[in-house]
C-alpha cells in the first residue's frame, strides 16, 4: 500500500496562514489525496480531497506537486480551532486507507 | 440518521470478557470501515465492508476479532477474551459507495477499557 510521510508536529501564529506537508512518493496512477483532521476526544473529520489539480474549499486548499508525490494542505489563516492532528491519506479503490502518525498542530494566540 | 452513531461510547470491562461494538453508518451509505486508535497513535485499519461482504479481513488483529454487518447497514465489531493490549479507541466510519474519491464520515468511536 502507498504510504504517506507527514511531520510529527507544527507550530503556528492565530491568523497566519499554515502549510502542512506529506510525501507519498509511492503513489500510483489511480491513488486520490484525501486530507482528514482530528480534534481531541473526536472521530477524525473530512477537510479536503484532490486528484491531480489543486483543489479550494471553504475549509482549506490543497496543492498537488506535477508528478503527484507531494502534496500540501493550505490552512488560508489559522484559527485555535483548528489545532488537531491532520491525516494525509492515500485512498484507492481498494479501501484500505492507511492513516499514519500524522501532524499535530498547535496554533498560538 | 444524521450522522455515524457508535455505541457504546465507553466501554469498561475485564480481561477475558466479550464485547460487542456497534456502529449505525449513515443511512444509503453501502462502505463501512472500522479502525482502532491506541492512545497518541495513529489509525489502525481493522476492517471494510461493501454491503454485507468483508472483502478484506486481514487488518483483523487476531482470531479474537470479527466483525459483521447485516442488512447492509448496522455493523457489530466483536472481540471475544479481551485483553488489555485491545484497550484502545474503536472508530466506524462510512461512505456512500466505497470510491477513492469519496468523503468518509467518521462516528465519535467507542473507548474501550480492559481491566
Known amino acids: 500500500d502507498a504510504k504517506t510521510t507527514q511531520p510529527n508536529s507544527m507550530e503556528s501564529n492565530e491568523e497566519e496562514p499554515v502549510h502542512l506537508p506529506c510525501n507519498h512518493s509511492?503513489?500510483?496512477?489511480?491513488?486520490?489525496i484525501h486530507w482528514y483532521r482530528q480534534l481531541p476526544s473526536q472521530g477524525p473529520e473530512y477537510v479536503i480531497h484532490?486528484?491531480?489539480s489543486n483543489v479550494n474549499n471553504r475549509m482549506a486548499s490543497l496543492a498537488i506537486a506535477e508528478d503527484r508525490k507531494s502534496s500540501t494542505l493550505i490552512l488560508h489563516r489559522a484559527t485555535l480551532r483548528d489545532a488537531a492532528v491532520y491525516y494525509c491519506?492515500?485512498?484507492?479503490?481498494?479501501?484500505?486507507?492507511?492513516f499514519g502518525g500524522g501532524t499535530r498542530l498547535m496554533v498560538k494566540p | 440518521g444524521a450522522g455515524v452513531s457508535q455505541s457504546p461510547s465507553n466501554k469498561v470491562t475485564e480481561k477475558g470478557k466479550d464485547v460487542e461494538l456497534r456502529c449505525d453508518p449513515i443511512?444509503?451509505?453501502?462502505?463501512l470501515y472500522w479502525y482502532r486508535q491506541s492512545l497518541g497513535q495513529g489509525l489502525e485499519f481493522l476492517i471494510y465492508?461493501?454491503?454485507?461482504?468483508?472483502?478484506?479481513k486481514s487488518g483483523l488483529p487476531s482470531d479474537r476479532f470479527s466483525a459483521e454487518r447485516t442488512g447492509g447497514s448496522v455493523s457489530t465489531l466483536t472481540i471475544q477474551r479481551t485483553q488489555q493490549e485491545d484497550s484502545a479507541v474503536y472508530l466506524c466510519?462510512?461512505?456512500?459507495?466505497?470510491?477513492?474519491?469519496?468523503?468518509?464520515?467518521f462516528g465519535s468511536g467507542t473507548q474501550l477499557s480492559v481491566l
Open positions: 466510519a462510512s461512505s456512500l459507495d466505497g470510491r477513492s474519491y469519496e468523503k468518509l464520515f
Open positions: 509511492t503513489i500510483s496512477g489511480t491513488d486520490y
Open positions: 484532490g486528484l491531480t
Open positions: 491519506i492515500l485512498n484507492n479503490a481498494g479501501n484500505m486507507l492507511t
Open positions: 443511512s444509503g451509505h453501502t462502505a
Open positions: 465492508f461493501q454491503g454485507n461482504s468483508a472483502p478484506d
